[in-house]
Nanobody, 116 residues
């Protein structure tokens, strides 16, 4: 089982930025995909941004495209999510998730709150 640990959440004002980081217990280069998901209060978990490792392609939800950016640091074996122009509707628990040999793994999540 892959261990994923998120960091970087917190409270930010509307229009602000945060950077989330996800560290993995296995080499991310081995994964099929790794990405960020979120669950807002009373809502289902949704995909935010995903990195397809083999091919190095990315995909974003329509709600964050142009504001969020997913990237990988091979030296640190981490995946980051740069979030700009945050809005109150971005408030959620953000999870790092991976797929490796058809097995899904999840981190514990980190809270992001956007409020003035």
């Amino acid at each position: 089982q892959v261990q994923l640990v998120e960091s970087g959440g917190g409270l930010v004002q509307p229009g602000g930025s945060l950077r989330l980081s996800c560290s993995a217990s296995e080499n991310i280069s081995k994964f099929d995909a790794v990405g960020w998901y979120r669950r807002a209060p009373g809502k289902a978990r949704e995909m935010v941004a995903v990195l397809i490792v083999n091919g190095d392609s990315t995909d974003y939800s329509d709600s964050v495209r142009g504001r969020f950016s997913i990237s990988r640091d091979m030296a640190k074996n981490t995946v980051s999510l740069q979030m700009n122009n945050l809005q109150p509707e971005d408030t959620a628990v953000y999870y790092c998730g991976s797929v490796w040999y058809s097995t899904h793994s999840w981190g514990q999540g980190t809270q992001v709150t956007v409020a003035s």
